[in-house]
């Protein structure tokens, strides 16, 4: 067995998210940047992993393991008949196979393209975030500054100190969310007679019917696969616990998902976009020589 590589073409991609960010206000280039791209619908997702199946049968055959670096297995999938397209591990594998290209692409050929364009044409720092975020109901107020450096940073390009101050913004963001939308995000220890809020994984277990209600179940599902579920980045595992390398906030799927949380805390300012002026952002902030 040896590696092997597939190289894509993203020419056509990044020229159409170059052309997408040609607005002169910033106010404008963000919410674009904001919705680059969107979470794809689970029903697709499964269809489209089980015609792959189907259609190269091998790939589903045997017992799959993933690794850590440390060569430690860390998870594993079973295998199944050849080609059924309706086993549900072989199905899942694919799908994570198939969302690791996705955000790969999204990530090289939008994100990364996007966040360029604008950093290059304009100065950011942490009060064009605040100003944006004091609107935002996903961002609770009194964490509105953490979250103006996370993005901040993020647009910096200092990959490390945004996904590792907004990753667990996530968690909080979610319970606030939940909260305003007049749900119980506490459970009570009788033994202990105490009371402390759930943990996302808790909240994905136990209140899923809710965020689904709240966010619909594609951006649920795409949560899940990007901070949550194995097989996948497992990023919130990986910050909390110290476990990711040097060079892992620069790769795809870190960039998707401090991404992602910037869409969650714009998508609720979608309907209010054109209220929305940033300071001496009229024609442009011209980026500052």
Not at 25 to 45: C, E, G, I, M, N
Not at 85 to 103: F, K, L, M, P, Y
Request: aromatic share 10%; charged share 25%.
């Amino acid at each position: 067995m040896s590696p092997f590589s597939m190289p894509l073409d993203l020419g056509d991609l990044i020229r159409q998210t170059e052309q997408r960010v040609q607005y002169p206000s910033l106010r404008d280039k963000l919410f674009v940047f904001a919705a680059l791209t969107h979470s794809p619908d689970p029903a697709q997702l499964i269809d489209q992993a089980a015609k792959s199946i189907r259609e190269h049968p091998l790939s589903s055959l045997f017992e799959a393991s993933y690794h850590d670096r440390e060569g430690k297995v860390v998870h594993r999938s079973e295998g199944a008949g050849v080609g059924d397209g309706t086993d549900v591990s072989a199905i899942q594998r694919q799908i994570a196979q198939d969302e690791s290209i996705r955000r790969q692409i999204t990530a090289s050929g939008e994100i990364e393209v996007a966040r360029q364009a604008i950093i290059t044409r304009h100065y950011i720092d942490e009060d064009l975030f605040t100003y944006l975020l004091a609107h935002s109901p996903f961002v609770p107020n009194d964490l509105v500054r953490t979250f103006s450096r996370g993005f901040a940073r993020f647009f910096q390009g200092d990959f490390v100190s945004s996904l590792y101050i907004l990753t667990p913004l996530l968690e909080n963001s979610l319970r606030h969310v939940l909260r305003a939308h007049g749900h119980e995000v506490s459970k009570f220890d009788d033994a202990k007679l105490t009371q402390e809020d759930r943990t996302i994984s808790s909240l994905f277990e136990q209140m899923r019917g809710e965020l689904d209600s709240i966010f619909g179940r594609p951006l649920t599902i795409d949560i899940e696969k990007v901070f949550l579920k194995k097989p996948g980045p497992y990023l919130r595992h990986g910050v909390s616990h110290g476990l990711l390398h040097d060079g892992d906030p620069y790769g795809p799927d870190a960039i998707y998902g401090c991404w992602l949380i910037f869409h969650l805390c714009m998508l609720p300012l979608f309907p209010y976009r054109t209220q929305l002026t940033l300071p001496d952002d009229d024609t442009g902030l011209d980026k500052q020589e």
